[in-house]
């Protein structure tokens, strides 16, 4: 890594290693069942693509986009529904995949706006999860890594939309 500002805290190995195990998990805790995996843009895409190669059971795709972020590195505390998904999801097994549990705002609303559709099962995978951030409670079902309260990007993470493409997650510093 040459760019000064940027510091390595996983690297694409660690990633790699973890998202096995937690496919393995999934693919037991999901046996028998065709579940539906909602990414939620833009953050998620690589972290959902890597994990559903993992995966052993069939499963379907879809996603959604919602926005509680602007440029800054803060929470506007606001979630609106940019994109919605192309299906019911009614009587199906739903796992929502995120890259990041930060404030919690995002997934407590996802969560509860998706529970009003009647899925038989809903879960939630997070690859990252900062509990010192949280402003609501939320506990993610599957988690990859625990982090401290740093502003990370790489892996799918973004900073005015710049760095989703690194392979290494790191920290930005000033
Ligand atoms: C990030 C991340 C989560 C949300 C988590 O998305 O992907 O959706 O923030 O934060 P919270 O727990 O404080 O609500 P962001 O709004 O940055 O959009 P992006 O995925 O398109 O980068
Ligand atoms: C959102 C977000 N986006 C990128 N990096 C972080 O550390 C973040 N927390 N919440």
């Known amino acids: 890594m040459t760019d000064e500002k940027l510091e390595v ?6 990633i790699g290693n973890r998202i096995r195990e937690l496919a393995a998990q999934i693919s037991k805790d999901y046996q028998g069942k065709n579940p539906l995996l909602i990414g939620v843009l833009k953050g998620a895409v690589i972290f959902l693509s890597d994990l559903i190669r993992q995966i052993e059971v069939p499963v379907e795709i879809d996603f959604m986009a919602v926005s509680s972020y602007g440029v800054d590195t803060d929470s506007s505390g606001v979630v609106r529904i940019l994109k919605d998904l192309e299906q019911s ?52 079902d599957y988690c990859g890594f625990i982090i401290p309260d740093r502003f990370v990007i790489g892996y ?3 900073y005015g939309e710049d760095y989703r493409h690194l392979a290494d997650l790191c920290i930005l510093n000033p």
């Open 156 to 158: 799918g993470l973004d």
């Open 89 to 140: 999801i009614q009587g199906k097994d739903v796992l929502i995949v995120e890259d990041i549990v930060d404030t919690g705002l995002t997934l407590n609303y996802l969560r509860e706006n998706l529970i009003t559709r009647q899925p038989k099962t809903l879960k939630v995978i997070t690859l990252l999860d900062k509990p010192d951030r949280r402003k609501v409670p939320f506990e993610p």
């Open 9 to 14: 805290m996983l690297t694409a190995e660690q």
